[in-house]
């Protein structure tokens, strides 16, 4: 693995070339004397005329590659354009060197803000040791707890940031739940702060955003910062509940009303009386069911299977999909009065990839959360490589949160020592190859892993459990969604692929 040193060039370091005996070596020259680096990246924002003897300088204390790139900041203090800066640089010599690097970053040299923003960027976006240097002490490596960078990365866009700040103070402050909600990001800040705003109103809630969001996770932060915190919350998947069983598990049945009735139920609605009910995967309910629910909701009361007499809720909404639901309305498969009535508030939760600065959170969040499942083992604690984190940081994350726990828990399974390196991190990664990576990267070259048969079978395979779901194993009308001519058709198709 190359190991790679990113400094900043300081005023020390420059004035080492005509002062040496005063300051010695200065800390750039000091640090490349003391460790064994296969390159060094410096970015100076000094006058050229200035810094070209301290390089010609700095080759003669030791021989090695040497990059260098001059920029212009408009004050040595400006957190922004040296954070904007440094993460460049080291994005770009991560594309140039490939991400299974060592990086080291400089701490001495330079301004105290550029100190600021490296500890940044090594805990959250690009891990890396942190060193700093002195004649006295020589080099010493700096350990510094990663709240650290929590506490200080909103500052970076500073005028943005106190917009949310300022209305966050106004919030209340005893909403403990939302703490498991890991974030430091822009996107994340906005969803948790309506978020906040939203839970103390009885109001009902729409939650959208890809698989592996964290959906649920906001549904029952929601709820304990409700009016009925200590009331049940009861989470539905409306897509696994067969269409012949609906009206049974929402709005409950009396016993004998038909075969297989043998006890009374409640029903998911009356069991969240009091509390609320979360809706997932809202947008698979077929329509015959959404008229049902919309009535239920009017009238706040529902008739159980084989009743008389409506039984009155009074539960709070959170419904949630994987959909953009009023695009479900424009298309026809979704009512829009239904839609209305739960979209009073809507949260758009986003994707992993656009959520920058996150991730680094939750693996340090995650990878706690791995070894406490590991407790009963006599393994150490695992801790990851500097390499396995960047392979981590740089994966795209399809199936968001949830993928990157499961990625997690599967190479703390295969990892062989206390340290994951990033070999076992690069087998435990999945490929991306399902049809949203695929086609939402369609200027990505093809690689030698690419299998157009492959993908299709994983395409055809996902689409024929789905139909068989929403069909409740009838064949015929599984067909029909998906366009095949007979039921014969479609028994082709499931054995091809090993659906059962």
């Not at 330079?110 to 100190?115: D, E, F, K, V, Y």
């Not at 960027?121 to 240097?133: D, K, N, V």
């Not at 995650?366 to 990851?384: C, E, F, I, R």
Request: glycine share 8%; proline share 6%; charged share 20%.
């Amino acid at each position: 693995m190359k190991k790679i040193l990113i400094s900043w060039i300081g005023r020390t370091d420059l004035r080492a070339v005509a002062e040496g005996v005063i300051v010695g070596l200065g800390p750039i020259a000091q640090a490349i004397r003391a460790v064994s680096f296969d390159q060094v990246l410096l970015l100076n924002n000094f006058p050229e005329a200035e810094v070209n003897p301290y390089l010609r300088w700095l080759q003669g204390i030791k021989k090695l590659p040497l990059s260098y790139r001059q920029v212009t900041l408009t004050s040595p203090t400006n957190f922004a354009e040296i954070y904007e800066t440094a993460e460049s640089a080291v994005q770009t010599c991560r594309d140039e060197n490939g991400s299974d690097i060592d990086l080291t970053f400089h701490l001495s040299p330079g301004t105290p803000a550029m100190a600021a923003v490296w500890i940044l960027i090594a805990a959250g976006r690009y891990p890396a040791q942190l060193i700093e240097s002195s004649r006295e002490q020589g080099i010493k490596t700096v350990t510094i707890p990663f709240e650290i960078a929590a506490e200080y990365l909103p500052r970076l866009r500073e005028n943005q940031d106190l917009w949310i700040l300022e209305r966050c103070a106004a919030l209340p402050p005893n909403l403990p739940a939302f703490e498991e909600i890991i974030h430091q990001s822009d996107t994340m800040k906005r969803v948790v702060e309506r978020a906040l705003r939203v839970a103390p109103r009885n109001l009902p809630v729409l939650i959208e955003g890809e698989s592996g969001t964290g959906k649920e996770l906001l549904a029952r932060a929601i709820h304990v910062g409700g009016l009925t915190p200590n009331g049940p919350f009861v989470a539905v998947n409306c897509g696994a509940i067969p269409e012949n069983l609906m009206e049974s598990e929402f709005f409950g049945h009396k016993k004998g009303s038909f075969t297989g009735a043998a006890s009374e139920r409640k029903g998911h609605f009356v069991e969240a009386d009091g509390g609320t009910l979360f809706l997932d995967e809202i947008g698979e309910l077929p329509l015959s069911m959404q008229a049902r629910l919309l009535r239920a909701l009017q009238q706040g009361e529902v008739t159980p299977v084989g009743a008389s007499k409506p039984v009155p809720f009074k539960t709070r909404i959170i419904a949630a999909t994987n959909r953009t639901l009023i695009d479900e309305v424009a298309a026809g498969h979704f009512r829009e009065d239904l839609f209305y009535r739960l979209a009073v508030a809507t949260l758009g939760l986003p994707p992993l990839r656009e959520r920058q600065g996150d991730v680094g959170l939750l693996i340090d969040k995650l990878m706690t959360q791995v070894n406490s499942g590991l407790a009963g083992d006599s393994a150490k604690p695992l801790t990851l490589s500097p390499g396995a984190r960047a392979l981590l940081l740089a994966h795209s994350w399809p199936g968001n949160v949830r993928e990157l726990l499961n990625t997690l828990h599967r190479v703390a399974a295969w990892c062989e020592d206390a340290t994951i390196s990033s070999a076992e991190m690069r087998e435990a990664i999945l490929p991306a190859r399902t049809v949203q990576t695929v086609l939402g990267n369609e200027s990505a070259p093809l690689v030698d892993s690419f299998s157009l048969p492959d993908i299709l079978a994983d395409v055809a395979k996902k689409y024929l459990e789905k139909a068989m779901k929403q069909a409740g194993g009838n064949k015929t009308k599984a067909a029909k969604l998906l366009g095949l001519p007979n039921y014969q058709t479609l028994d082709n198709w499931l054995r091809k692929y090993g659906v059962e």
